[in-house]
């Protein structure tokens, strides 16, 4: 048995050679389906059918999002049912199967350690094909380098941005920026931001300004990606002004 796990970029126009390649040489592909309407199961299909191989959908494990103080506990829980959901499509079908990643498999993304969870229980060999991320997307659309000179980025999610202010980081990628807040209290007011949604489909939104002015911008174009497509994802590079 074995298990591709593909980067697919933000869409079908990121699959890159390598990963159509890897798609070739498997026989199916597994996905995790989230509800009747997951847009981003729709977007794996159309790679599939692209390909030419057949996708296997597997209803996604409810997951506890209630309980913030026992968040790692939560996913942890999360992680172990779709093991168990996957494990029993691999079991029954053997072959070499593919995990079509959204963005690339190293970022804010599960699939690497469900996969290592199932290679303890099966008798499987894996591999990991890269794919463009959001923050590169981002990058890009912006026409920026997301560090300074010789300087660091730091990375982390929305809800773990203060920490990283408080921590002194003045150069940070924001992903899951769901709780992402950019009020006076945030102290973000003079900061410089790029900020993107919905990158590399028809429903991309871009804003790039000083936080002060530009967030109620960032609040309409928000509100345009999530009317547009039914749901929004957002990235964001914020930098201090003197940084
Ligand atoms: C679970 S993480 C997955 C990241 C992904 N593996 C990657 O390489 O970009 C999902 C977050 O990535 C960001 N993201 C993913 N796709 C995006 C898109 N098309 N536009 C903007 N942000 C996106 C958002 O911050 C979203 O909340």
Same mark, same amino acid.
Request: charged residues 25%; aromatic residues 4%; glycine residues 8%.
């Given at each position: 048995?074995?298990?591709? *796990?593909? #980067? ?13 390649e890897?798609?070739?040489?498997? +026989?199916y ?25 057949e996708l296997?959908? %597997? ?7 209630? +309980? !913030?103080?026992? @968040? ?7 992680? /172990?049912?779709?093991?168990?959901? @996957?494990?029993?499509?691999l ?11 959204? #963005?690339d498999?190293?970022? @804010?993304?599960?699939?690497i ?6 290679a303890?229980? &099966?008798?499987?060999e894996?591999?990991?094909? !890269?794919? *463009?991320?959001?923050?590169q997307?981002l990058?890009?659309?912006h ?9 660091? $980025?730091? &990375? ?5 941005l203060g ?5 002194g980081?003045?150069? *940070? %990628?924001?992903? &899951?920026?769901?709780r992402?807040?950019?009020? !006076?209290a ?6 410089? *931001?790029? =900020? ?10 871009? $804003?790039? #300004? ?11 174009a928000?509100?345009?990606?999530? /009317?547009?497509a #039914? =749901?929004?994802?957002d %990235?964001c590079? &914020?930098r201090?002004?003197?940084s």
């Open positions: 048995m074995r298990v591709r *796990i593909v #980067g697919i970029g933000m869409g079908p126009q990121h699959v890159t050679a390598e990963a159509a890897a798609l070739r040489s498997c +026989d592909a597994i996905a995790p389906e989230k509800s009747d309407d997951d847009a981003l199961l729709a977007v794996r299909r159309g790679i599939c059918a692209a390909h030419d191989l296997v959908a %597997v209803p996604d494990p409810a997951r506890d999002r209630d +309980d !913030p103080a026992d @968040y790692a506990g939560a996913v942890r829980d999360w992680h /172990a049912a779709r093991v168990r959901a @996957y494990e029993e499509v079991r029954e079908r053997g072959g070499t199967a593919a995990f079509l990643v959204w #963005g498999p190293s970022l @804010y993304d599960s699939t350690r469900i996969v290592t969870e199932l303890i229980r &099966l008798p499987i894996y591999d990991v094909l !890269p794919g *463009i991320s959001a923050p997307l990058a890009a659309r026409r920026i380098v997301l560090n300074g000179i010789g300087q660091p $980025v730091h &990375l982390t999610t929305a809800r773990r920490e990283a202010v408080a921590a980081g003045t150069n *940070i %990628v924001v992903v &899951l920026g769901r992402l807040d950019l009020s !006076p945030s102290g973000l007011s003079d900061w410089s *931001i790029w =900020w993107g949604a919905n990158l590399g489909t028809p429903s991309e939104e871009l $804003v790039a #300004g000083t936080v002060a002015d530009v967030v109620s911008e960032i609040d309409e928000s509100a345009r990606a999530r /009317a547009s #039914g =749901w929004i994802m %990235v590079l &914020l201090q002004a003197s």
